[in-house]
């Protein structure tokens, strides 16, 4: 024989799906069952080394020599109503490795799964939950927000206040608003990103929150925690004397009237002189017809030539800083063919000019870009946020891209000459121009498809808000929010 060795290869062979069905078999059944769990009014045979095999709390309790209850044949556990109706389900799973989960059980097996330690429950309830935020769910945020805190489930958490703050009006409206504890009512209000109609309308909801009958005994503990957070300087006159008129202003007057004060101070002296730089004096995202301007883009227009449309920024109605005299702006909507998928790009400067169509490879998608350039010249630089939001097919906002640029000014300019109260008009000799901007590639790869989340009857729905960025961020950076 010769030394060389031949090496023998080896395959692993099997049927894995039949191996563990053969467990499946076992559950709640006497055969070989070695202990009973009583659990409320129901029995549930089951075998120790099943048991033990996923939770180290059930192998203590089922084989440790100092546990009282390891010797016993049945063995009673105290669970919540809410964990005894799920627990059939909890137990199912040591046997074949899967669970079914909808918003009501989905709690409870997670209360099961950190009581017992079963990681793999606790996973899968981990992994269910924050896919259902994901994709909009804002009663299922309001629901699990205190649980993602309470068990350090960081990305639910980061995904219930992500939903949240897109979709506050319809979460406002919801019942387990009203349940929602006061931290994280207190977080969601100093979050400047909150999408909402408007800042009235979140009044209405808090005032609606406080005086919850739950929450009875708390009203005058919670209401200047709360109502520190409200930014009544972004309040219209009429919306301010109904605040004064509500139930909470007529129960707590010298409260609520010190915050109006506070907003006519605002509203008096900020054209003058400015300098309100705190958060609380400036506007979030709203979606009102005050505060935006709300685009339907037909798609098979746009596919033909761009949309020109002229738009109302966020300067008015309520100023932001003294001297803030540009509130017209020119959008022009610009959808074309491109090879691959990009990330969204910024071009600030002047003159900036949107790409033409072009000839794609077979495997294209189409991208939409937005021009912004404003119809009226201005002496001073202007640092400015825009927000788009992005609409599904069911008009829930499904997306926020944010973007802040500095607006450089033409020094000793009046008007822009292209500009006619009727429209804006790129021809015409060439004058001084005001800076532009250009947003790029708003929707991902395949976004405007045939299945397209966005797209219903064949609109697109947008929403464009215009307003002075808050002083200490970025002036030319872009960040993106939005649901699955």
């Known amino acids: 024989m010769g030394s060389e060795s031949t090496e023998r290869e080896r395959e692993a062979v099997g049927d894995h799906k039949e191996f563990v069905a053969s467990f499946e078999c076992f559950y709640n059944s006497p055969d070989l069952s070695d202990v009973v769990l009583l659990v409320g009014k129901d029995r549930y045979h089951a075998h120790k080394f099943m048991l033990a095999r996923l939770s180290d709390v059930f192998r203590t309790m089922l084989t440790g020599e100092h546990?009282?209850?390891s010797s016993k044949e049945e063995i009673q556990l105290k669970e919540s109503c809410e964990c005894e109706s799920v627990f059939g389900d909890f137990l199912r799973f040591f046997y074949c490795g899967r669970v079914n989960l909808d918003i009501e059980t989905t709690l409870p097996l997670l209360f099961l799964a950190d009581k017992y330690d079963v990681k793999p429950v606790r996973e899968v309830c981990d992994k269910y939950m924050t896919g259902q935020v994901m994709r909009g769910n804002v009663r299922a945020a309001l629901l699990w927000l205190h649980y993602a805190k309470v068990y350090s489930l960081t990305e639910l958490e980061t995904q219930c206040i992500e939903v949240l703050s897109l979709r506050m009006t319809k979460a406002m409206k919801t019942p387990e608003w009203l349940n929602l504890d006061l931290p994280?009512?207190?977080?969601?209000?100093?979050?400047?990103s909150l999408v909402v109609d408007e800042e009235?309308?979140?009044?209405?909801?808090?005032?609606?929150w406080l005086l919850a009958e739950c929450r009875a005994e708390k009203v005058e503990e919670y209401l200047p925690k709360v109502l520190s957070q409200v930014r009544f300087s972004q309040m219209l006159p009429q919306?301010?004397?109904?605040?004064e008129k509500s139930r909470l202003g007529r129960r707590f007057p010298d409260l609520v009237t010190a915050h109006i004060g506070e907003a006519y101070r605002f509203r008096s002296l900020v054209a003058e002189i400015g300098g309100f730089h705190d958060e609380k004096f400036h506007p979030r995202d709203y979606t009102s017809k005050e505060w935006c301007t709300f685009l339907g883009l037909q798609l098979s227009d746009i596919r033909k030539y761009p949309n020109n449309v002229n738009a109302?920024?966020?300067d008015g109605p309520i100023p932001v800083e003294a001297m803030l005299n540009v509130v017209h702006w020119n959008m022009a909507v610009h959808l074309y063919a491109v090879s691959g998928a990009k990330p969204t790009r910024i071009y600030p400067g002047p003159n900036t000019v949107l790409p033409l169509p072009q000839v794609s490879p077979p495997e294209t998608a189409e991208c939409l870009s937005i021009k912004v350039t404003p119809l009226k010249l201005a002496t001073f630089d202007r640092d400015?946020?825009?927000?788009l939001v992005l609409y599904d097919k069911d008009m829930n906002v499904a997306r926020v891209i944010r973007n802040n640029f500095l607006v450089k000014g033409v020094p000793g300019a009046n008007s822009f000459g292209g500009a006619q109260p009727g429209g804006f008009r790129f021809s015409g000799p060439i004058i001084p121009t005001q800076s532009s901007f250009v947003i790029e590639h708003i929707f991902d790869q395949k976004d405007l498809g045939q299945d397209s989340m966005y797209i219903k009857d064949g609109f697109l729905h947008i929403a464009i808000i215009i307003k002075p960025r808050l002083m200490g961020t970025g002036s030319s950076d872009a960040e993106a929010s939005g649901t699955g």
């Not at 919306?239 to 605040?243: A, D, E, F, G, H």
């Open 312 to 314: 109302i920024s966020l």
């Open 200 to 208: 009235f309308v979140l009044f209405q909801a808090l005032q609606d």
């Open 67 to 69: 546990w009282t209850d």
């Open 384 to 387: 400015v946020q825009l927000s």
């Open 239 to 243: 919306q301010l004397y109904s605040v």
């Open 184 to 192: 994280y009512v207190i977080e969601l209000l100093q979050n400047s």
